[in-house]
T-cell receptor
Framework: NAGVTQTPKFQVLKTGQSMTLQCAQD?????MYWYRQDPGMGLRLIYYSASEGTTDKGEVPNGYNVSRLNKREFSLRLESAAPSQTSVYFC??????????????FGNGTRLTVT | AQSVSQHNHHVILSEAASLELGCNYS??????LFWYVQYPGQHLQLLLK??????LVKGIKGFEAEFIKSKFSFNLRKPSVQWSDTAEYFC???????????FGAGTTVTVRA
């Protein structure tokens, strides 16, 4: 059982370049999320998708776009990378029911450096 | 917007010492509460969660947390830490019915052998 799979694991970009971070989950979860982790700031939500076909902005969406391709896959795109986007990016999924948010299952992260 | 505060940025302990990490949140309504742990080089894993019922919840690896509604707190405890508990610990909160989970800044715990 792979859980949540993210690719790539590491990436170095130059300012202005674009890239897409891929995420897939095999747990049949409805909800998927993209977070970024920065030292001293914890995890901040970039975008989330409560269910297939829907996406919503989180705390820090500027400079990012997302696509919920199907129930399994949720990609994050940086159209024009900036040094401020240097971070570790985590994809997560969950299967909330009603009022209760089930625990998030996280991928192993993508370490992105923008020079 | 809801915020989550973790009071300690870095805690250094010796093995067998007791651990308590503070977490407070700002939202006054009904919430779901979580503690996650991130071991060096790994992704976040769930330690424990609270939805309702007994405010003292037990998680994996001997951890427990107490929800005190009047203090908007959800503190994490472990009576006797081990070297393998060296990790970063995150408190997370969401409003009941809202799928967005807000995380605290994290507390790095270093346990010295």
């Amino acid at each position: 059982n792979a859980g949540v799979t993210q690719t790539p694991k590491f990436q170095v970009l130059k300012t202005g370049q674009s890239m897409t971070l891929q995420c897939a989950q095999d747990m049949n979860h409805n909800s998927m999320y993209w977070y970024r982790q920065d030292p001293g700031m914890g995890l901040r939500l970039i975008y989330y998708s409560a269910s297939e076909g829907t996406t919503d902005k989180g705390e820090v969406p500027n400079g990012y776009n997302v696509s919920r391709l199907n129930k399994r896959e949720f990609s994050l795109r940086l159209e024009s990378a900036a040094p401020s986007q240097t971070s570790v990016y985590f994809c997560a999924s969950s299967d909330p029911t009603g009022l209760y948010n089930s625990p998030l299952h996280f991928g192993n992260g993508t370490r992105l450096t923008v020079t | 917007a809801q915020s989550v505060s973790q009071h300690n940025h870095h805690v250094i302990l010796s093995e067998a010492a007791s651990l308590e990490l503070g977490c407070n949140y700002s939202y006054g309504g009904t919430v779901n509460l979580f503690w996650y742990v991130q071991y060096p080089g790994q992704h976040l894993q769930l330690l424990l969660k609270y939805f309702s019922g007994d405010p003292l919840v037990k998680g994996i690896k001997g951890f427990e947390a107490e929800f005190i509604k009047s203090k908007f707190s959800f503190n994490l405890r472990k009576p006797s830490v081990q070297w393998s508990d060296t990790a970063e610990y995150f408190c997370a909160v969401n409003e009941r019915g809202d799928y967005k989970l807000s995380f605290g800044a994290g507390t790095t715990v270093t346990v010295r052998a």
